[in-house]
């Protein structure tokens, strides 16, 4: 047995002299070892940091799912969660290992929402922050053709129907409910399967040039109402020019519905 370890470690056996090399190393970088007990305990220490890190790694990781899972709860509450997807592009791990032995703050960098998005995590003991991209992406059913419709057709529920999308790449907007675009007319000729934006889909008239209307002014609980004439077409929300017809003046009014028109915009 004595052989066969004097054998193992002679300074001409591979094995030996990776062992006598790596203990030189070593000893380079330790102070004098009082003890084999005492070189045992540091040598134990120079692995600690690993797990250590991999703790603060797996603790922020986990922290930054969480909180993103939240704030797509609150902010999208009547969005189904299957219809709620999102893609973290997490830091390096280098800089994800900070520990933050007190509580970690998120704060978006902007309102959430379909597309891509930055939110930031800070640490106050010890300091540091970092920067988190977040894509988001909110699946709807969208207002789209059911058969091809010719430049000014006015629209009925069953010209259209609705298909699931993802909403961050519709940046001109869309519609979710087909009978809220009845009588509307299409500005241009569209085919099967396009789907109707607000800048393709002309609201109707609910006023015509010539037509009598209704003039409300005032607010609140104190109103007015008289008779006027309209001077010119108006749809939901345009301002138009009106007549008052007792008085003959002429004055800006909007439309609130059909055949009747406020000189407050935000009329209720």
Same mark, same amino acid.
């Given at each position: ?10 300074? #001409?056996?591979?094995?030996? $002299? ?15 070892? !009082? ?17 250590? #890190?991999?703790? !603060? ?6 922290? +930054? ?22 893609? /973290? #592009?997490? &830091? ?16 978006? $960098? ?5 597309? #891509? ?14 920067? +988190?991209?977040?894509? +988001? ?8 053709? !059911?058969?091809?419709?010719? *430049?000014?057709?006015?629209?009925? &529920? ?12 519709? $940046? ?15 500005? $241009? ?5 396009? /789907? /109707? ?5 002309? &609201? ?18 104190? *109103? ?7 001077? *010119? ?6 301002? /138009? ?8 003046? *002429? ?18």
């Amino acid at each position: 047995m004595k052989i066969k370890h004097r054998r193992q470690f002679h300074m #001409n056996n591979r094995n030996s $002299r990776h062992f006598y090399s790596l203990s030189a190393a070593v000893s380079k970088g330790l102070p004098l070892c !009082a003890n084999i007990l005492r070189c045992a305990a540091f040598l134990s220490l120079l692995s600690l940091p690993s797990w250590a #890190n991999d703790t !603060a790694l797996d603790a922020n990781k986990a922290a +930054i799912d969480s909180y993103v899972l939240e704030s797509l709860f609150e902010n999208f509450p009547d969005t189904d969660h299957s219809d709620r997807q999102y893609t /973290i #592009n997490y &830091p390096p791990d280098s800089v994800l290992n900070n520990g933050c032995p007190a509580k970690v703050y998120f704060e978006w $960098r902007d309102k959430p929402s379909a597309g #891509n998005n930055t939110l930031s995590m800070t640490c106050n003991e010890p300091l540091w922050k970092v920067y +988190i991209p977040v894509s +988001i992406e909110i699946f709807k059913d969208v207002v789209v053709t !059911a058969k091809p419709l010719s *430049r000014g057709q006015p629209m009925l &529920p069953s010209d259209l129907t609705l298909q699931r999308m993802p909403t961050s790449k519709l $940046r001109s907007g869309y519609f979710t409910d087909p009978k809220a675009l009845t009588d509307y007319e299409v500005q $241009r000729t569209v085919k099967i399967g396009q /789907i /109707i934006t607000p800048y393709m889909a002309k &609201p109707p008239f609910l006023v015509n040039r010539g037509d009598w209307v209704t003039i409300i002014s005032g607010s609140g609980g104190l *109103r007015v109402t008289s008779t006027g004439e309209a001077l *010119r077409d108006g749809s939901y929300g345009d301002q /138009i020019l009106v007549k008052n017809v007792k008085s003959n003046t *002429r004055l800006k009014a909007w439309v609130v519905k059909k055949g009747v028109v406020s000189t407050q915009k935000d009329f209720n």
